[in-house]
């Protein structure tokens, strides 16, 4: 049998005060937010993700293993990524490419240097920066996407 565990009385007061609140202050949204974050994608899944993309900015972070200042980056650009409301509202897509793997996407798009993150939007490229930015700066790359 499972266990049953009751609320304290400091969890109860505040639901019972949100229940009593008329429908419009207890609304939950249902629309789906849908956030694209995948790592160590190929060439032809860049290929295709970039015919597929509307206007919506989707940011590939081109990585290598060896790579130290790519993996003090990777995980700010996916906290950033993963919460819009870190970057004004901003919606974008995140993918990461190991350039050791993807040599030929990697030469596409002029990378020469790691981390190289391009941004791109309808498709092609909108901007891009090399090396690793403080957080309060790629927040500010995002928004002016």
């Not at 919506?56 to 996916?78: I, N, Q, R, T, Y």
Request: glycine content about 6%; overall charge positive; aromatic content about 4%.
């Amino acid at each position: 049998m499972i266990p049953t565990v009751r609320a304290s009385a400091a969890l109860r007061a505040p639901l019972r005060a949100v229940m009593r609140a008329p429908p419009s202050v207890r609304a939950f949204s249902t629309s789906i937010v849908r956030r694209r974050i995948e790592e160590n994608i190929s060439g032809e899944r860049l290929a295709q993700l970039l015919q597929e993309q509307s206007a919506k900015p989707l940011l590939v972070d081109f990585v290598a293993e060896w790579c130290g200042p790519c993996k003090m980056l990777s995980p700010v650009l996916h906290k950033l990524a993963s919460s819009p409301d870190l970057v004004g509202g901003k919606d974008i897509d995140l993918v990461t490419m190991d350039v050791d793997h993807e040599i030929g996407a990697a030469q596409k798009y002029g990378v020469r240097a790691m981390p190289t993150v391009i941004a791109f939007k309808d498709g092609r490229p909108v901007s891009q920066f090399v090396g690793v930015l403080p957080e309060a700066q790629l927040r500010q790359f995002i928004q002016g996407l």
